[in-house]
């Protein structure tokens, strides 16, 4: 019978935590911001049913990086424990604090025992108050650790560099316009091959952007911002007009070099298009369709058979 090989306790946890932290950087960074009406999470995130930023209970809001099937079991496990405990006591003891706690003693049980793989996930678990000093912001680590955040914290893929960008930049009581901008900024900011800064802007589509804003009257102060709502905030991006790609020879277009039409005549287009179609919603119902006529009309009847 062979000898098992000896691996010493330090080792064993140097190991587990190189292989937590290289799954967790492999995903793309989340950003958490703490702006004057409420907390804000952005995150780049191309799909739209796969979620990572998600609501626990009426004021407590969970963002997480890393493998999706195991911080959706841990999301789960959070807003099974706030509606029990709800439910048994009072909604006011529902904290973000005791669901933090409740998440790093998971997260530290899993790491630290030899049976099974520990968890590649890093979370943030946030709860607001009546005012912006009462505002909690808790980051989580693979290990259990737990760190209070204040004004705005960075997880997963190149936080560093996302984090010094939001360090140079962000200031308290900004506005949701203004933290959004910033936030979506500091993810399109990353470092190239030779150290230099490069930005890129993200697409609202790739956007996945929730808000817990203490200004909504229903108890419930989650809210998730669609990409039309996106558009409004962030207002136009592009960049300087020396960016910009020169323009065609007049008379052309860009695809085939076929006669490009006139600003009149595309001011003419716009204004005979119906506002729906223009907002990029499609054409809107025609009136005979049973679903554009105002409330209460009645449906339209089908003529008897035969």
């Known amino acids: 019978m062979s000898m098992p090989?000896?691996?010493?306790?330090?080792?064993?946890?140097?190991?587990?935590?190189?292989?937590?932290?290289?799954?967790?950087?492999?995903g793309r960074s989340v950003v958490a911001v703490q702006y004057a009406h409420g907390i804000l999470f952005v995150s780049e995130n191309p799909s739209q049913a796969l979620h990572k930023v998600s609501e626990i209970y009426d004021r407590i809001a969970f963002a997480a990086v890393g493998r999706y099937n195991e911080f959706e079991n841990l999301r789960i496990a959070g807003v099974r424990l706030a509606d029990m405990r709800g439910y048994a006591y009072d909604r006011r003891d529902v904290t973000g604090r005791g669901?933090?706690?409740a998440y790093a003693q998971t997260l530290g049980t899993i790491f630290s025992s030899g049976g099974e793989k520990p968890y590649e996930v890093e979370i943030f678990v946030a709860e607001i108050g009546d005012v912006a000093d009462d505002d909690q912001l808790y980051r989580l680590t693979y290990d259990g650790q737990v760190a209070d955040e204040h004004g705005y914290a960075v997880m997963g893929g190149a936080a560093d560099v996302v984090a010094s960008y939001l360090a140079e930049r962000y200031s308290p009581g900004l506005e949701l316009a203004d933290a959004l901008a910033l936030a979506v900024g500091a993810l399109g900011h990353s470092a190239d091959e030779k150290g230099a800064s490069e930005d890129r802007v993200i697409a609202t589509?790739?956007?996945e952007v929730a808000v817990l804003d203490r200004t909504r009257t229903q108890?419930?102060?989650?809210?998730?911002?669609?990409?039309?709502?996106?558009?409004?905030?962030?207002?136009?991006?592009g960049?300087?007009?020396?960016?910009?790609?020169a323009p065609d020879a007049?008379?052309?277009?860009?695809a085939d070099g076929s006669p490009a039409a006139s600003d009149a005549e595309v001011s003419a287009v716009e204004e005979s298009q119906e506002p729906a179609e223009r907002d990029g919603l499609g054409p809107a119902p025609a009136p005979g369709d049973g679903l554009a006529g105002p409330p209460g009309d009645e449906p339209p009847v089908a003529p008897p058979l035969g």
Not at 239 to 245: C, E, K, L, N, V
């Open 205 to 207: 589509d790739d956007l």
């Open 219 to 237: 108890p419930r102060k989650f809210l998730r911002l669609r990409p039309a709502r996106l558009e409004q905030l962030l207002g136009d991006r």
């Open 5 to 26: 090989f000896y691996v010493s306790p330090e080792q064993l946890m140097k190991d587990r935590a190189d292989f937590a932290r290289k799954g967790i950087a492999r």
């Open 250 to 254: 007049p008379g052309t277009s860009e």
């Open 99 to 101: 669901l933090a706690n």
């Open 239 to 245: 960049g300087s007009a020396a960016d910009q790609p």
